[in-house]
């Protein structure tokens, strides 16, 4: 039972265009979501997070969106670099340390 | 600040025999560490936690004789794969936290290590 849903799992887009990553989740238990960031061969790096008493949360070009009722959050990169090529992890959380991860999608930024 | 590694970032054995990873902090005392194992195209699978100096808690359906933890300080933590089997063959990484498990916290990752078993 996938609790944690990244349902697309590769996104292409062009330099200077925004990078839209999406996740989905059932388990409304979880109360707090991260997003990491892995390039092949090294372990996921923290991105950005949010806590489940907000809705936004913005750290430079990245900007994760949590909707509750939906059971959504997204991860708005702008503008995307060829840097960011890598693939993105949701993860979630419910009261304590144990992450609960997506399958990842690999986002490609194309110069 | 905050890096973890990880020994041997890729290892082949034959089939039977034990394999030892190690993890390490290497700027901070992680007073918890965490084991995952990935599949090809899978999510990160938590594995067990382990706190330094205590036995370790395996996730339902990990088994702990199979899978030994030891966390003997703050700044080791090693996984041995005991009589490993082809199935086994996996990316394990692990991440390491300077706070007690319980606490919200942020994990830092290893780069993993890439198991083959013949």
């Known amino acids: 039972d996938q609790q944690v849903k990244q349902n697309s799992p590769s996104l292409s887009v062009q330099e200077g265009r925004i990078s839209i990553l999406n996740c989905d989740y059932t388990n409304s238990m979880f109360d707090y979501f991260l997003w990491y960031k892995k390039y092949p061969a090294e372990g996921p790096t923290f991105l950005i997070s949010?806590?489940?008493?907000?809705d936004k949360n913005e750290d430079g070009r990245f900007t994760v969106f949590l909707n509750k009722s939906a059971k959504h959050l997204s991860l708005h990169i702008v503008p995307s670099q060829p840097g960011d090529s890598a693939v993105y992890f949701c993860?979630?959380?419910?009261?304590?340390?144990?992450?609960?991860f997506g399958k990842g999608t690999l986002l490609t930024v194309n110069p | 600040g905050a890096v973890v590694s990880q020994h041997p970032s890729w290892v082949i054995c034959k089939s039977g025999t034990s394999v030892k990873i190690e993890c390490r902090s290497l700027?901070?005392?992680?007073?918890?560490m965490f084991w995952y194992r990935q599949f090809p195209k899978q999510s990160l699978m938590l594995m067990a936690t382990?706190?330094?100096?205590?036995?370790?808690?395996?996730e339902q359906g990990v088994e702990k004789d199979k899978f030994l933890i030891n966390h003997a300080s703050l700044t080791l933590s090693t996984l041995t794969v005991t009589s490993a089997h082809p199935e086994d063959s996996s990316f394990y990484i692990c991440s390491a936290s300077p706070q007690a498990a319980g606490v919200r916290n942020e994990q830092f990752f290893g780069p993993g290590t890439r198991l083959t078993v013949l």
């Open positions: 949010i806590s489940s008493i907000k």
């Open positions: 700027d901070f005392q992680a007073t918890t």
């Open positions: 993860a979630a959380s419910r009261g304590s340390y144990k992450l609960t």
């Open positions: 382990s706190n330094e100096g205590s036995k370790a808690t395996y």
